[in-house]
């Protein structure tokens, strides 16, 4: 009987040392054109025609500020507070020709309106990875818990992100106290069922070991989606109710980790959601605000909200960018074998 395959390496776990090939020239200008987002103010063209289709349908008073401008004041709030988005916004009436600014409690109303569904792929093929991470509530009392101690245990905020691991756009995203709400399995296939009610083709997913669930394997299995789940080391070999989960853990068993974790891609998953995590919480923190629980939750979903926006502009931009740089190489190669 052959040896059974090791799954874990005493701490070398992840294999060879991580070699970063990013062209960093590209990389480098992608963090900058995110930084132009806060004060891009092109919409402000549209402002009077903006107004008017938003009360075009609404009843009681009028809008008096277009939606795009609350968006842009709901990523400046990740960073300062409500009256400080005001001063930023009434120095922009005096420097770029703002047309008015709004003060601070109408910004505040108008924020927490504002939809953070994330912007979909147009085409309906998605690959998915689904992980939690915690924030931290606003604890304005800490002190008292340094200075004198407590016993009960400081509650915190669980994050849980689908997101495509190859495109890094995310997908759709809970929050949740911590212990008060469904596990990490039950978001992932709330999540799925969405994307697949939207007409989406999901070709695969990724999850760490606590998504070792039957019925995300059976709904996977339904949807004929593949998966990359590592089994529990010591996992049944019976079926249990999902023939789908007894292939994985063959599949699993019989090979080492490196083998298997190369043949199922399965590092992807760190990029789709762990960097999503660490690049959010290093840009905006990852301690709230606000004070009740509902307000906690909705600057979360805000401030990944606000994250995902400002990368997809980058992104536009610089393929807008690069488009252009390329029409012009051709409209100039054009004239000189024109003119040879």
């Known amino acids: 009987m052959g040896k059974k395959p090791k799954h874990k390496r005493d701490g070398k776990r992840w294999g060879k040392k991580f070699i970063d090939k990013r062209d960093w020239k590209k990389t480098n200008e992608d963090y900058i054109v995110r930084g132009e987002f806060l004060l891009d103010l092109n919409w402000v063209k549209s402002w009077d025609e903006e107004l008017r289709e938003m009360n075009a349908s609404k009843r009681g008073h009028p809008y008096e500020f277009p939606e795009s401008l609350i968006k842009l004041q709901a990523v400046w709030n990740q960073w300062v507070g409500l009256r400080e988005v005001e001063g930023i916004t009434r120095k922009l009436t005096e420097v770029a020709k703002l047309p008015d600014y709004n003060d601070y409690s109408t910004i505040g109303r108008r924020i927490t309106k504002v939809k953070t569904d994330f912007e979909l792929p147009k085409q309906g093929f998605v690959s998915a990875t689904t992980d939690g991470s915690g924030m931290k509530m606003n604890q304005a009392g800490e002190y008292k818990y340094d200075r004198y101690g407590r016993k009960k245990k400081k509650d915190w905020l669980k994050v849980t992100i689908t997101a495509n691991p190859y495109t890094k756009d995310l ?170």
């Not at 109710?241 to 998953?269: A, C």
């Open 171 to 340: 997908l759709d995203m809970d929050v949740h106290v911590e212990g008060k709400g469904p596990s990490e399995p039950d978001i992932a296939m709330k999540h799925l069922k969405k994307l697949w009610g939207k007409g989406y083709t999901i070709d695969k997913f990724w999850g760490d070991g606590s998504f070792d669930v039957l019925d995300l394997f059976n709904l996977l299995e339904h949807h004929n989606t593949e998966s990359a789940i590592p089994p529990r080391e010591n996992a049944s070999k019976n079926s249990n109710g999902s023939m789908r989960r007894l292939r994985e853990v063959f599949e699993f068993q019989n090979q080492d980790w490196e083998d298997w974790s190369r043949d199922k891609m399965y590092g992807l998953r760190w990029v789709g959601t762990e960097g999503i995590f660490s690049a959010v919480k290093r840009i905006f923190g990852e301690k709230t605000r606000s004070k009740s629980i509902e307000t906690m939750y909705l600057e979360i979903k805000r401030r990944f909200w606000a994250y995902e926006t400002m990368r997809k502009y980058a992104k536009e931009k610089l393929a807008q960018g690069s488009s252009l740089y390329i029409c012009a190489t051709q409209h100039k190669k054009q004239k000189f074998y024109k003119n040879a």
